[in-house]
């Protein structure tokens, strides 16, 4: 089966000059990567995927050869083509969804009558921005009349 390296050159097996397939350990592969992820993150790649803002996952495509899993540098370049080709789609969509950054208006005329949760001077910033989450999720709620 694996004899006979394959002399064409496909979008699905990458071929070095010689014209045998080039693969990747993970941590090759994580290497050449834009950010340097980890081994282990290039892993959950594989296995798990990464979810796009509409909610799919795209998965890195992989091959396992006895206990170890390889990639190519084709695959991960189609892996960071899918994802940014969701991503696309997402922000591109003309629909009547409400982005949360179009609910500022609605903050300013809301009244709440729950008070803020008291916090630490060290964790104020982080419980802002749960609150202000909160506040766009109840908005979008109340938009979608739910």
């Known amino acids: 089966m694996f004899d006979e390296p394959s002399r064409t050159t496909n979008n699905d097996m990458p071929a070095d000059a010689a014209g045998e397939t080039k693969y990747l350990s993970l941590a090759e592969a994580a290497k050449f990567a834009p950010g340097r992820p980890t081994?282990?993150?290039?892993?959950?790649?594989?296995?798990?995927?990464?979810?796009?803002?509409g909610g799919e996952r795209v998965r890195l495509k992989h091959?396992?050869?006895?206990?170890?899993i390889f990639t190519t540098r084709v695959w991960l370049h189609s892996f960071a083509e899918a994802l940014a080709e969701r991503?696309?789609?997402?922000?591109?969509?003309?629909?009547?969804?409400?982005?949360?950054?179009d609910l500022a208006h609605l903050?300013?005329?809301e009244t709440h009558?729950?008070?803020p949760p008291r916090s630490s001077?060290?964790?104020?910033?982080?419980?802002?921005?749960?609150s202000i989450a909160h506040e766009h999720a109840e908005a979008e709620l109340k938009a979608a009349g739910i």
């Open 113 to 115: 009558d729950v008070a």
């Open 63 to 68: 091959a396992r050869f006895g206990g170890k």
């Open 107 to 109: 903050r300013e005329h």
């Open 87 to 101: 991503d696309a789609e997402y922000f591109s969509l003309d629909d009547e969804r409400v982005l949360p950054r």
């Open 39 to 53: 081994p282990n993150c290039v892993w959950r790649w594989c296995r798990k995927g990464v979810q796009t803002r």
């Open 121 to 130: 001077p060290r964790s104020k910033g982080h419980l802002n921005r749960l």
